[in-house]
């Protein structure tokens, strides 16, 4: 039931809030289902805001069969919380964990030299040594740099020493421009940075959300993206039909030029990543 596509496909959900979205998502994984995903990661909020919200979609993938991956941030926690963690993943079945320094919650300050995990290498490394090789540890990367990088050689040492504690594979921000994926990929391997690097895919469905999600991580969305979706107004099908183009065709450019695979941005839906895959013909 967990046999991968010829042509791997991984998808990211986020922990409802309500019963409501609770119900929801789990009618939206079980079509996503038919992609028959490599895994499904959730994610983690500040300092883990929402984790038991996390591991309790996590079990449900686990629970449906399939491969489910939390997200793992390590902002403000100590080597004995992670420990303790890391064996409840490994008590609930998961192989996979999506490790991340995470976002400073509100309040916090900044990152001090007294904190047990300053940055996200330091997570993997504390993994690696904890569970050997129990866990594939996927990582992020920023095509467009990081937004808190200091430049774009400083964010790209970040994730090579990332890679060289002990990460298996990365997943990417998501962006619009394939050729910052491929410069950063390039520029990646020329440090001796070899491990898969997959795209992570944001479908648009609307123009507010996308543009603020973008603006917000520092994701560059092409002026005359930016400019189509603003002339749609409210007109959510023309958004929808443009968006649709607009990502199958950045998908497609990924494929042909040998990307490891695709990571779907789900949020929590179905119908806009099923959509695409089957203009792109996966699995298959």
């Known amino acids: ?54 591991l309790t979609a996590v079990q449900a993938i686990l629970d449906e069969g399939r491969q489910g991956a939390s997200h793992f941030t390590c902002v403000g ?17 998961m192989r ?21 995990f300053r940055y996200a290498s330091d997570l993997v490394a504390f993994i ?14 920023y095509p467009e740099m990081h937004p808190q990088a200091k430049s774009p050689q400083a964010d790209l040492q970040a994730y090579a020493a990332k890679a060289q504690a002990g990460a298996d594979s990365a997943i990417t921000q998501f962006f619009f421009n394939a050729d910052a994926y491929f410069r950063f990929v390039d520029d990646s391997r020329a440090l001796g ?3 898969p690097v997959v795209p992570g895919i944001m479908p648009i469905t609307n123009s507010s959300g996308i543009l603020r999600f973008a603006d917000g991580c520092g994701a560059e969305v092409p002026r005359w993206v930016r400019l189509r979706l603003q002339s749609f107004g409210d007109d959510s099908a ?8 607009v990502v199958t065709a950045l998908c497609e450019r990924l494929r042909s030029q040998g990307v490891p695979g695709l990571h779907f941005y789900t949020m929590n839906t179905s119908a806009t990543v099923l959509e695409i895959c089957r203009r792109l013909g996966l699995p298959g």
């Open 1 to 54: 039931m967990t046999s991968s596509p010829s042509f791997p496909l991984s998808l990211e959900f986020f922990p409802p809030k309500t019963p409501e979205g609770t119900a929801k998502l789990a009618i939206a994984r079980q079509e996503l289902y038919a992609l028959n995903p490599q895994f499904c990661s959730v994610t983690y909020g500040a300092g883990g805001s929402t984790q038991d919200g996390t």
């Open 77 to 93: 926690a100590t080597r004995e919380s992670v420990r303790e963690r890391l064996a409840q993943f490994r008590a609930m079945g």
């Open 96 to 116: 996979r964990i999506v490790a991340l320094r995470g976002d400073l919650p509100s309040g916090y300050g900044q990152v001090g030299a007294g904190d047990s």
């Open 128 to 141: 690696r040594a904890e569970t050997g090789d129990h866990f594939h540890i996927e990582v992020a990367a």
């Open 193 to 195: 940075v070899d491990i």
């Open 238 to 245: 023309s958004i929808r039909a443009f968006g649709l183009d």
